[in-house]
């Protein structure tokens, strides 16, 4: 059997549709930013990572994780997949140590990396008083 055959249709097709920008959660931080009167950048091209938001004045790159796809400690991030779960956690320990790398090269850029997870945004007062700490700390 070829990897290709063992391949599941529908599992394509979600995996397909999962998006890396204009998700949800980046949503929601973006309308929280705008509501405190915070300007932003999308997409930090030149930058390490690409962060999903940038305030360059600030020197600011914010992150938005998804809980799963990051490796989070809350419910959704220790979630196990069902199957290939072996992939799963070289997959998402890869991510995470990307993750790391891309945060000190953007400290020692002289940036501030702000990751915001998916979990925080959930809650729209805890998601705006975590960004307004974000964006006070020098």
């Avoid at 220790?78 to 990307?98: D, F, G, H």
């Avoid at 979990?119 to 008083?129: G, I, N, S, V, Y």
């Amino acid at each position: 059997m070829t990897v290709a055959s063992s391949v599941d249709p529908s599992r394509s097709a979600v995996m397909r549709a999962v998006r890396s920008s204009g998700t949800g959660p980046e949503q929601a931080v973006r309308r929280a930013l705008r509501s405190q009167g915070v300007f932003y950048r999308l997409g930090g091209w030149d930058l390490p990572g690409r962060p999903d938001l940038v305030m360059p004045g600030r020197r600011l790159a914010m992150f938005v994780h998804g809980c799963f796809w990051h490796g989070h400690a809350c419910p959704r991030g220790a979630r196990e997949p069902k199957t290939n779960i072996a992939y799963w956690r070289a997959k998402i320990a890869r991510n995470r140590a990307r993750d790391a790398l891309t945060l000190e090269a953007l400290a020692a850029r002289g940036w501030r990396p702000v990751v915001v997870w998916e979990c925080e945004t959930r809650k729209p007062e805890m998601l705006a008083a975590r960004l307004r700490a974000a964006l006070a700390s020098p």
